[in-house]
Nanobody, 115 residues
Framework: QVQLVESGGGMVQPGGSLSLSCAASGNIFSNNVMAWYRQAPGAERELVARMRSGGSTTYADSVKGRFSISRDNAKNTVSLQMNWLKPEDTAVYYC?????????WGQGTLVTVSS
């Protein structure tokens, strides 16, 4: 079993920055994908960014150039640096780990972008 604990989030004005972090613990395969998803009110959960243990990354078009994902394989952590935030970035952000067997999810952390 794998546990994911997120930190960060909160409220920020448009144009501001926030950083999210997620720590994974438990029975973690070294070959995995760690990612951030988000779910806005009334919308489906969507991929924001993901990073394989080998380092390759994928970003949603809506966040390219503004968000940056990074991870520390030794510490089993993943972070999301969010810059130039927009009101439409408002959502609950979820940490995800996929170890080629199943998905694991964090509890979610709320990001609100509002003036």
């Amino acid at each position: 079993q794998v546990q994911l604990v997120e930190s960060g989030g909160g409220m920020v004005q448009p144009g501001g920055s926030l950083s999210l972090s997620c720590a994974a613990s438990g029975n973690i395969f070294s070959n995995n994908v760690m990612a951030w998803y988000r779910q806005a009110p009334g919308a489906e959960r969507e991929l924001v960014a993901r990073m394989r243990s080998g380092g390759s990354t994928t970003y949603a078009d809506s966040v390219k150039g503004r968000f940056s994902i990074s991870r520390d394989n030794a510490k089993n952590t993943v972070s999301l640096q969010m810059n130039w935030l927009k009101p439409e970035d408002t959502a609950v952000y979820y940490c995800n780990l996929y170890d080629w067997r199943r998905d694991y999810w964090g509890q979610g952390t709320l990001v609100t972008v509002s003036s």
